[in-house]
């Protein structure tokens, strides 16, 4: 599914109100999912008040499957790190981070996988994954 699904719903907790957001997720082959964004964002500000969050994958262009992933967001400071998921966007980072990952307002956040929720709406199937 993750071929189809090149932009997410990300949802934060703000106080006591949710926050959604599109962002575009980067997903590895191992399920390890990345979030680039501005240091200076407001949903930085919010992870680090507090970490919960969901995102929310809905395939295209058919809309038939669907993915909520529910966990915490992880601020990673780490250069390497940030030099290494750098590399693996399908998108054009330097449009928002002329000077790469080394940019003072790049932030790397990475999704720490509790459960993950799926759903095909045409057959109704529903499955959950829960990693150990």
Not at 15 to 20: A, E, K, L, M, N
Not at 28 to 35: A, L, N, R, T
Request: net charge neutral.
């Amino acid at each position: 599914m993750k071929e189809n699904c090149l932009h997410a719903y990300l949802a934060t907790c703000d106080g006591d109100q949710p926050r959604v957001r599109p962002v575009s997720p980067i997903v590895e082959d191992d399920m390890s999912i990345w979030v680039t964004t501005f240091a200076s964002s407001r949903k930085v500000k919010q992870i680090k008040a507090n970490p919960k969050i969901s995102l929310a994958f809905v395939e295209q262009p058919t809309g038939e499957k669907a993915a909520v992933v529910i966990g915490e967001a992880q601020i990673i400071p780490d250069l390497a790190e940030k030099k290494r998921v750098w590399k693996l966007a399908t998108f054009d980072l330097s449009q928002y981070f002329p000077d790469g990952p080394e940019s003072r307002d790049f932030c790397l956040l990475k999704i720490v996988i509790k459960k993950i929720e799926w759903r095909d709406s045409l057959t109704g199937e529903t499955n959950i994954y829960e990693p150990v």
